[in-house]
């Protein structure tokens, strides 16, 4: 084969190379790049496996996701990501010490500022919840917003693990709608997640036993009916709270989506109603703050949506990190102040 000939098959050869791997590359999309998913919300999908990650080989998958087959079901869950809508959540401080903190935190805009005006809703300009990644803790605090726009509230972590902060909120803005926005919170040192509770019908905090009526399904409005006794007496003067007489919070197990429930109308008790639908099948934990005596209690529940499946065991204590799941805490001391 003489000189040129050899030249024109080693540029066929080179072309044919490159043309080869222009289609791969367009194919895959360059080194590094994220891959899409092949179906359902890309955002939740992400943050679920970072949060089954975070506690560990073996801790279940949250239902719904496309690992599963399936999409979710019901309304978009709240609180999977830090930004939306045009709206951050940034905290000032992601990392705290064990114990008795301070937390600060502001609301930014598309542009950076932070936001100073929000509407009233349930008797607050913000709900500020911090709950830990294996759903044994859980925070409703009232933050108070400087003229600046930073908000600051006193927290009790009790011990290292990974949390999530949640705002959610509705900004002044004209036209502007409800947003709950999530941020992954961390507490230093060394930790053990603890297993979810089991699902039960009942739960005992302070002397109170609260009982769960009702069912919450995908894709599918229904009523939870909560019952306060106390003593083994029904309960028929309960105090309002947040414009209520009960606040009803939902996070999912997995990935902690966060369903903030509506409550009914109502008298003083024994019964609180609401309205909820789960945004997919999958385990939940079920905050519930009620007000008697002056004093705010939580009773918590683990309620399954869709037939999921019980949640899996604890893992081996583990080193933690900003995403890691958080400590044990005895139910009915998860409400500060």
């Known amino acids: 084969m003489n000189t040129g000939v050899r030249i024109a098959v080693f540029a066929a050869a080179l072309a044919a190379t490159f043309g080869t791997a222009y289609g791969v590359g367009t194919g895959v999309g360059p080194v590094g790049a994220p891959v899409a998913p092949a179906h359902g919300d890309h955002a939740a999908n992400g943050q679920a496996a970072k949060d089954r990650a975070a506690k560990g080989p073996g801790a279940p998958a949250a239902a719904g996701h496309a690992e599963h087959g399936q999409a979710a079901q019901g309304p978009a869950a709240g609180g999977l990501q830090v930004s939306e809508g045009g709206y951050t959540l940034s905290l000032e401080s992601p990392r705290l010490a064990p114990g008795q903190g301070e937390l600060r935190f502001s ?27 294996d759903l044994t803790v859980y925070r409703h605090l009232h933050p108070v917003r400087g003229a600046d ?79 306060v006794a106390k003593d083994g007496k029904p309960v028929t003067d309960l105090e309002p709270y947040l414009g209520a007489y009960g606040h009803l919070v939902a996070l999912r197990d997995g990935d902690l989506a966060y369903l903030h429930v509506h409550p009914n109308e ?6 609180v109603s609401f309205t909820a639908t789960a945004p997919s099948a999958g385990t939940y934990r079920l905050f519930l703050d009620f007000q008697h005596g002056g004093t705010v209690r939580t009773a ?38």
Do not use: M, N
Request: charged residues 15%.
């Open 149 to 227: 726009g930073t908000w600051s509230t006193p927290v009790d972590l009790p011990a290292a693990g990974g949390y999530k902060a949640f705002a959610d909120f509705t900004p002044a803005a004209e036209g502007a709608k409800g947003v709950t926005l999530g941020a992954d919170l961390a507490v230093p040192g060394a930790y053990q997640p603890a297993e979810l509770p089991p699902a039960a019908r009942t739960a005992e905090v302070d002397g109170y036993q609260v009982a769960l009526g009702g069912t919450l399904e995908p894709g599918k409005a229904g009523e939870l009916k909560l019952t």
């Open 107 to 133: 609301v930014k805009d598309s542009a950076g500022r932070p936001v100073t005006a929000f509407k009233t809703e349930h008797g607050k300009e913000l709900h500020f919840i911090v709950a830990s990644r």
């Open 266 to 271: 109502g008298g003083p008790g024994p019964d």
């Open 300 to 337: 918590a529940f683990t309620v399954s949506a869709g037939g999921a499946a019980a949640p899996a065991p604890a893992q081996a204590p583990v080193q933690p990190s900003a995403t890691s799941a958080g400590p044990p805490a005895a139910e009915g001391d998860g409400h500060a102040h």
